[in-house]
């Protein structure tokens, strides 16, 4: 697997099991941390409160909420849920007015990842899950603050009762019974998106957006729309489904999903906030995230950080979200987007 010029290696075990006293507050709420892992537990029992700001699928955070408080029946777990280009602006004021109500972020947004690595956003992750050898921390922490959570792969979807034959590559979604019928993302503010465009138009066949964008498809703000507009038979077909189709699928929804021959994939990446308001129970959370039971919440018919968590994975593939690669941060700055973004409605909003 490669990761990006961030990837550095993660402080040994010891390290990670132990955190001093105010370690995880430079910009924020003021808030410290207790000191050994029991003690800061019992502190985060007693702030009874912890919030996460995710990108995330909705019903897979309704998971997270629900398997996390059965663990911890003290401390309840809100989540808000939005796009990076909701969720970012509000990071940073929230980072910068000192007044915090995020304790942890989601975020599948490398250039961002990169941009904040440096500045006083982020605190120091101390959760002991990353000392789990199957978690592989050397592969999965960036600069001990960001950790790898959870990934998704993006492939063919199709509505059954539409496309009865199903979808086996991406030039079947051009087909022009389909014209009218094809859900794609738009990629305004969101680098995500915008690196799964440039990754398929050489990867599904050179010339393959100008192609997609005589198909005149509808435009949805996120993947999570996609999938409902399938479920609902508002559109046939999509390109680049994302695998929580198979959420849908299993509760009776008339979709399904294919990986194509070179899918791509985006992981999300947490940290703990320096202006979290409840900085114990964070840094619980973020622990909670990797474990077996975070995972089999967070990752359901998604990709695990572990192996072998039920209900994680896409049927018939072998791929982990320690196998999907983070985007490259020196092609996703603000600039880079914002270009491509205006290429992109050339084609798309005639």
Known sequence: MKFSKLKTAVAGAAAMALVLT?????????????????EIVTAAQEEGNVTIYSTHSPDNLEKLKK??????????????RGTDADILPKI????????????????????????????GYSAEVVAPSLDNPEYNAAESVLDDKFFLTSATVFGLGWNTANVPDGLKTPD????????GKVGIQNPNGIPTYVDMYRKIDVDYGAGFLARLAEMEPRIYPSAVAITQALASGEVWAAPMAASNILTER????PVDFALPEKPWGVPWYSHVLASAPNPNAAQLLADF????????????DYLSV?????????????????????GDPDTLDPESVEKFQVDWEQKFLR
């Not at 079947?172 to 014209?179: G, I, N, S």
Request: charged residues 20%.
């Open 289 to 300: 995230l990797i474990t077996p039971k975070g995972q089999a919440a967070i990752s359901a």
């Open 250 to 253: 299993a509760k009776g929804a």
């Open 67 to 80: 398997a996390f408080e059965a663990e911890y029946p003290g401390i309840t777990l809100t989540y808000v």
């Open 306 to 326: 572990l192996p072998g968590v039920p209900g994680t994975g896409v049927p018939g593939s072998t791929v982990t979200a320690q196998d999907v690669e983070l």
């Open 92 to 119: 940073e004021v929230e980072n910068s007015t000192g007044s915090g109500v995020a304790d942890v972020h989601m975020t599948t947004d490398a250039g961002w990842i990169a941009r904040s690595a440096e500045t």
């Open 172 to 179: 079947d979604v051009l087909d022009p019974r389909l014209k």
């Open 22 to 38: 105010g370690c995880g507050s430079d910009g924020g709420s003021g808030s410290e941390l207790a000191g050994s892992w029991d």
